[in-house]
């Protein structure tokens, strides 16, 4: 995912008020949901958890997450906590310090909320709403009273946002229903476990069920629809809602099932003729043209192409059908090396990279990597893959990373072994020499190779001996900001020069009017000299178009090497140098043109 996408999730489940009960889910909610939406093979959100502060601190948080933020953001706002409605039917959310008799000045309303989020810049917002919800609080009595109807979608689904493409709001239960935690729905005795909406917006993110159309992404309609089934299914009493004003779709995550989608691009009418010609000689050309068409740059011409020569493998003679199964196994996954193993390496050590090649056409290297165990990094790269592990638990370490693509799957194994940060340790299937401490256990080469550690010695201190020599982590690189910023400023040169070339211009035509019948606009133009800066102008604005490609594509073949600020930055900047360069580059020849043409006739 590409735009920059930023989470909120305010927790709250202690309060001051003896009236609100403890809730257990808030706290397990938010370390499930921060996992799951920070994951960068899943959500990949920039996550903040604001838990348990008061409504000042809530507040301001709010505010600020949904301030200075840019069209192409996608922000997401989750609460856990109480709901409580007013006497007069507005609805607030509890803080820590919340007086339910005071909800207006120790409460956050809900139309604050609705407030930041309609005056919000950023492209997408979404709520997610996961409280109990309790009706008006009763002067008469010290707790909050289960009545009344909350209506909870009212409070937000009321108008358009001022900016923006889009809002959302998903309630795990609306009216007058409760979000009841695992079946309860306060239970302080109990161990605290996540709240049935939110347990199942993490497992359909995490396990990609919530993907329902298999189209390899989650949208909001696919998670609204998973939800929907799980809660109802464990509770029928809750009835998750949503309401939402957006243009186009909404993708909330990567999924984890199922192979990627392509919208394929279908053959052309001919080729497809001369599939279903009754000639042998002719259906035999198609496929060939189809296996060309296999190789395209574009994937969904490929894409196209490949469903095409799957329908004649099935359906054609053995002969036809063999050639186009020999080319579709040019497209299947092949990741070169299938299997990377780290060696020993140190408990807590900075992670050592290795490098996996996609060979094969576009379409063959099109795919989604999956880790399946949680210390498993994987990174994309320009050639493939980049794969490092997590060093913060000790211990033999063996896993799988699953390739998806169009048409099938691949599997990367990968080995590692954590050993302690102190004491040494030796590579495996080496063993020291002459030291009698030592423990061996000597086993044939189909089972598993024994770490052997030697106690260190006092007069040296430890050392441990890794696998393979470790890769320095390269540092954040600068080179595509700064080449937007020269852009830039070239474009702004340009605009600039075009300004004055214009001025001189109009000085010379005023000029050139008042000589009546002598002289020539020729002259008049290069007596004040306004072809040099429009030659200026046409110069400057080419070139900083050609150097904010080169920064953009630096940053696209070299993305490891960026942070994610310094991507922003290049892609804002080579925007408005493009802004400013093309109009002057547009005017500039237009105005060599008509000095051509006119120059001629006055």
């Known amino acids: 995912m590409t735009d920059s996408r930023h989470a909120l999730i305010i927790a709250n489940d202690r309060y001051t008020d003896q009236g609100l009960k403890k809730l257990r889910a808030p706290a397990q909610d938010a370390a499930a949901l921060e996992k799951v939406l920070h994951d960068p093979q899943i959500g990949d959100f920039e996550v903040e958890v604001v838990h348990n502060a008061s409504a000042d601190v809530m507040r301001r948080r709010i505010q600020g997450f949904f301030n200075d933020r840019r069209r192409a953001d996608t922000l997401l706002l989750h609460f856990s906590c109480h709901g409580l409605k007013s006497e007069s039917g507005e609805l607030y959310f509890a803080a820590s310090d919340t007086e339910p008799p005071l909800l207006a000045a120790t409460a956050v309303p809900s139309q604050f909320v609705r407030s930041c989020m309609s005056v919000t810049r950023a492209g997408r917002s979404v709520l997610f709403l996961d409280c109990c919800y309790g009706g008006a609080f009763s002067r008469g009595s010290s707790s909050v009273r289960a009545s009344g109807d909350v209506n909870v979608l009212e409070s937000f689904a009321k108008d358009e946002p001022v900016s923006g493409r889009g809002w959302a709001v998903i309630t795990a239960s609306d009216s007058m229903e409760y979000a009841f935690e695992d079946n309860h729905l306060t239970d302080d005795s109990t161990a605290p476990r996540p709240s049935v909406f939110t347990h199942a917006v993490v497992e359909g993110l995490e396990t990609g069920e919530a993907d329902v159309d298999a189209d390899g992404k989650v949208s909001l309609d696919d998670l609204y629809e998973y939800v929907y089934r799980q809660v109802r299914e464990q509770n029928p009493h809750q009835t998750p809602k949503k309401a939402a004003e957006l243009h186009g779709e909404l993708h909330l995550a990567h999924s984890r099932r199922g192979r990627i989608k392509i919208a394929a691009v279908p053959s052309p009418p001919s080729l497809q003729t001369a599939l279903n010609s009754e000639e042998f000689l002719t259906r035999q050309g198609a496929v060939l043209e189809l296996q060309k068409r296999l190789q395209h740059m574009e ?227 290069r007596e004040y000299g306004a072809l040099t800066p429009l030659i200026v102008c046409l110069v400057t604005g080419a070139v900083a178009l050609v150097v904010g490609a080169v920064a953009r594509h630096d940053l696209g073949t070299r993305r490891e090497h960026y942070t994610r600020q310094a991507a922003s930055s290049t892609h804002t900047l080579t925007s408005i140098a493009k802004g400013l360069a093309v109009p002057a580059l547009v005017l500039a020849v237009l105005a060599g043109i008509a000095y051509l043409v006119g120059s001629r006739h006055w």
């Open 299 to 525: 994937l969904p011409v490929a894409e196209g192409a490949r469903q095409h020569l799957e329908e004649v493998a099935r359906n054609d003679i053995q002969q036809i059908a063999v050639m186009a199964s020999d080319a579709l196994g040019t497209i299947r996954l092949a990741p070169s090396p299938d299997h990377l193993d780290f060696g020993v390496v140190a408990k807590d050590s900075a992670p050592r990279k290795q490098s996996v090649t996609m060979h094969g056409p576009p379409l063959a290297r099109h795919c989604v990597a999956q880790p399946r165990q949680s210390w498993l990094r994987v990174d994309p790269t320009g050639s493939g893959l980049e794969v490092h592990v997590d060093t913060a638990t000790e211990g033999r370490l063996s896993g799988d990373i699953v390739l998806k693509g169009v048409a099938d799957e691949s599997v990367i194994h990968v080995e590692a072994e954590v050993a302690p940060a102190q004491g040494p340790a030796t590579e495996p299937g080496t063993e020291p020499k002459n030291d009698p401490t030592r423990t061996a256990d000597r086993r044939d080469d189909t089972q598993e190779t024994v770490v052997i550690q030697t106690p260190p010695r006092p007069e040296k201190p430890p050392v441990i001996t890794e696998h393979r020599e470790p890769t320095q982590q390269p540092s954040p690189s600068r080179r595509a900001p700064a080449l937007a910023g020269a852009a830039l400023a070239l474009a702004v040169a340009s605009i600039g020069t075009f300004v004055l070339a214009m001025q001189r211009a109009v000085t010379a035509i005023v000029e050139r009017g008042e000589e009546g019948v002598h002289g020539t606009i020729e002259e008049s133009v």
